[in-house]
Structures are given as structure tokens and as C-alpha cells.
């Protein structure tokens, strides 16, 4: 008998899949800007491990894990992860590369390290840039249905208009309002409403023609759409760490059902932070390590 804890219903839970004997899992895998800290491969060794027990154990696993490769924002806790530089971008100018150079470095990085910590492959790693279509699809009926609209060319999510959100976080609207850290966007309806989709500046690079403009995807919705294309509707298990519980996840709840009005992950499993000096491991401060200087050690 495997036992999770939840984060949606916070509590442990008995877990009995949709299907007999067969689990759908999704994991938020890495974002090509940098090497992958251990933090990061401490998530997805959590990941591996689970996978390896419900296969033991008999069940036939699916599991996916997105590559992120455009969309991610600098200040990805703040103001729903629409501000700030894209981290692709970021990393295009710190190392006068391409984007795509960037992208097919750090892939290759990161699965250097999944060989070295003899994890097992997941069964497809889609990847953000290779899913716009299907981006745009769900955008569009997000706005058909009146839950997203559209302003000079940016479109974001009414929160407002999605009642179980915060069903994750458990944060109220009224919270998140207060709490706010950034000056508004001025297209926005809300503080909290997130971006689906941004107008792309003239020297932004990773942009495509959308309908509304031509721009690029919000780091959200890539997830959304990936795992739906791979896992369906409805999947089993959903992984990350707790850093992606909000707005992240959160935002991934409302898009999806938003959707479909079906529930879009079943149980929630979220890793702890991995701290150095009691501070979150992260990239942003500084204060991360990566697979090799483990091993150099």
C-alpha cells in the first residue's frame, strides 16, 4: 500500500490510480538557462524514485518531463510570473550565444547528469518552444470561454473568474491583492491575473505570430498544454518542488480545468527546498551547487 501526501487536500492519502494498474506522472523538469543545481536534481531524483516503486510494485508508469525553453520569467515569485527578462534571453546575452545554442547546451547538460545519477528516462521530454500550437489552442479556448482576455496584444487569465482558484495554496484573492510586490501591468484586470500570452518587444528574440499578437507564451500555460498533449485530460500524479506550489501550480489548476472543467491532477506531490545556510538553494542568489562540484569533492 503506497501512501502520499497530497498538497491539494493536504493529507496522506491511500493511492489508487485512475486506471487499474497503470499511473500517469508528471514532472516539472528544468529550464535550459543554466546548469541544473542539486536542488533541482534533488526533485527530479525524487521523481525517479517514486516512478521505480510504482513500477516495482506493478504498475505500468507514463512518465513526462517538460523542457522549458522560453517564457520563463526572471522574477518568476513575483506579480504571477509575468515581469522581468526571459531566462533564455538572460542567458543568450551573458554567454553571446542563441537562444537555441543555450537550449541544446543545457539539455545536453542536464541529461548528462541524469546518466550520472543513473535516473531513468523519462518517456518523452516535451519542450516549450516544440508545443506552441497546442499553447495557442488552449488560449483560445480560455478567452472563448470569457475566463482570459486580451489587451495590446497580451493576454492574461481573470482569476476572478475561476472559483476554485487558490484551491492549491490555499491563498484567498484578497491575500494575494494585498500582498502584491510589483506595480501592476497596465493591461491587466487584477494584480493576480497571469499572462498566457505576451507581445514580444522588438529585440526579443523567441517570439511567434499568435492571434492576438506577435509574442510568446507565459511560463504557465507551456505546462499546461504539454502535459495535457502526453498524459490527457486528467493525470495521476503530478510532481515539483514546493517553490511551484503558487503561483505556478496554482495557475496550472485554473488553466487546465478552466479547460475542461474536469479535475486536472488527482494528487500533488511536492518536494522541500534543498538550503544552504537556511536559505533556499537558488540560481538568482548565488548560492547553488551543481552535480560537479559534488563530485569534485
Known amino acids: 500500500m503506497l501512501k502520499l501526501y497530497n498538497t491539494l ?9 485512475l486506471e487499474t494498474g497503470k499511473v500517469n506522472m508528471y514532472n516539472c523538469g528544468p529550464t535550459v538557462y543554466d546548469f541544473a543545481h542539486i536542488g533541482n536534481l534533488r526533485a527530479f531524483t525524487f521523481a525517479d524514485i517514486l516512478r521505480r516503486h510504482l513500477e516495482n510494485t506493478g ?11 522560453v517564457g520563463h520569467l526572471t522574477e518568476d515569485d513575483l506579480n504571477q510570473a509575468d515581469s522581468g527578462e526571459d531566462k533564455m534571453l538572460k542567458a543568450s546575452k551573458r554567454e553571446k550565444k542563441t537562444p537555441q545554442d543555450i537550449a ?11 546518466e550520472k545519477l543513473n535516473l531513468k528516462k ?6 516549450a518552444t516544440a508545443h506552441i500550437t497546442q499553447i495557442i489552442k488552449m488560449i483560445k479556448i480560455l478567452t472563448e470561454k470569457g475566463l482570459a482576455y486580451e ?8 482569476v476572478t473568474k475561476f472559483p476554485d482558484y487558490g484551491k492549491l495554496s490555499k491563498k484567498k484573492l484578497s491575500e494575494l491583492k494585498e500582498n502584491a510586490r510589483l506595480e501592476e501591468h497596465p493591461d491587466k484586470k487584477h494584480s493576480y491575473d497571469f499572462a498566457l500570452w505576451l507581445k514580444a ?66 494528487v500533488w506531490v511536492h518536494v522541500r527546498f534543498l538550503l544552504v545556510n537556511d536559505q533556499k538553494m537558488s540560481k538568482s542568489k548565488g548560492n547553488f551547487y551543481i552535480l560537479a562540484d559534488i563530485l569534485n569533492k
Request: charged share 25%; proline share 5%.
Open 9 to 17: 487536500t493536504q493529507k496522506k492519502e491511500i493511492f489508487e490510480p
Open 59 to 69: 504498475y505500468e508508469v507514463r512518465q513526462i518531463m517538460n523542457i522549458t525553453d
Open 104 to 114: 541544446n547546451f543545457y539539455t545536453k547538460k542536464f541529461f548528462e547528469d541524469v
Open 122 to 127: 523519462a518517456h518523452f521530454y516535451p519542450k
Open 151 to 158: 489587451k495590446n496584444g497580451n493576454v492574461f487569465y481573470d
Open 201 to 266: 518587444p522588438k529585440e526579443h528574440i523567441l517570439k511567434w505570430e499568435g492571434p492576438w499578437s506577435l509574442g510568446y507564451p507565459g511560463w504557465h500555460i507551456e505546462c499546461s498544454a504539454m502535459s495535457m498533449e502526453y498524459l490527457g485530460e486528467t493525470m495521476d500524479i503530478h510532481t515539483g518542488g514546493e517553490d511551484h506550489i503558487f503561483p505556478h501550480h496554482e495557475n496550472e489548476i485554473a488553466q487546465s480545468e478552466g479547460c475542461t472543467w474536469k479535475d486536472f491532477a488527482k
